[in-house]
């Protein structure tokens, strides 16, 4: 597609429930990054990919949280057994090949609430 | 843990006028991008200055870095209505593991 595509944009889910967040990153876009994004604050690194592989994971909170690309193309972040500070808006982006110098295109989020 | 530090938090200004804002950051970097992101919507990259140069503009907009002091300012000219929203400096570098490290934002207000 044109752009990143998220889904869900919203998710409500109860505590103790696990959530599947998706990323459709732009065709042929080499590197995938998720952020979460505290309202008022700044974006959070959590995991990226180059293709399939996972480089950094150093952001992920807990081992709650997992990332994976199998096919180097859509990613899914998962949470297990959610708590209520899960709560926050889940940002993806992508951008054309692993070196620097790209600006990240980014998704318009998943806006995860655990109640 | 937040590599850029934005300053000031909030700024509000009346349309027409310019809007400047800074960024800090501790480690070295390969390069310092500004992304805006309006009200609840998702970040759209402005502009992204290497570490080897010095200034840089897009449009109404001019960016500059300072490596020797670890910072960088984003200048919006004539501001109008349209430009509100949270301005934030990101950076990646060898040091941060080559991902991009966002500030925590400067909210700009620009009153018609």
């Known amino acids: 597609g044109a752009g990143v595509s998220q889904s869900p944009r919203y998710k409500v889910t109860k505590r103790g429930q696990d959530v599947a967040l998706r990323c459709d990153p732009i065709s042929g876009h080499v590197s995938l990054y998720w952020y979460r994004q505290a309202l008022g604050q700044g974006p959070e690194f959590l995991t990226y990919?180059?293709?399939?592989?996972?480089?950094?994971k150093s952001g992920l909170p807990n081992d709650r949280f997992s990332a994976e690309r199998p096919e180097g193309s859509i990613s899914t972040l998962t949470i297990q057994r959610t708590e209520q500070r899960d709560s926050a808006m889940y940002r993806c982006?992508?951008?054309?090949?692993?070196?620097?110098?790209?600006?990240?295109?980014f998704g318009s989020g998943t806006r995860l609430t655990v109640v | 843990s937040q590599q850029g530090e934005e300053d000031p938090q909030a700024l509000s200004i009346q349309e027409g006028e310019n809007a400047t804002m800074n960024c800090s950051y501790k480690?070295?970097?390969?390069?310092l991008q500004w992304y805006r992101q309006n009200s609840g919507r998702g970040l759209v990259h402005l502009i992204l200055?290497?570490?080897?140069?010095r200034e840089k503009h897009s449009g109404r907009l001019r960016v500059t870095l300072d490596t020797s002091k670890k910072s960088s300012s984003l200048l919006i000219t004539a501001s109008r209505a349209a430009d509100t929203a949270s301005y934030f400096c990101a950076t990646d570098g060898w040091a941060a593991g080559n991902k991009l490290t966002f500030g925590g934002g400067t909210r700009v207000l620009v009153k018609p």
């Open positions: 200055i290497r570490s080897n140069e």
């Open positions: 982006a992508s951008s054309p090949q692993a070196l620097d110098g790209y600006g990240y295109t």
């Open positions: 990919f180059n293709y399939e592989a996972q480089q950094d």
């Open positions: 480690t070295s970097i390969n390069n």
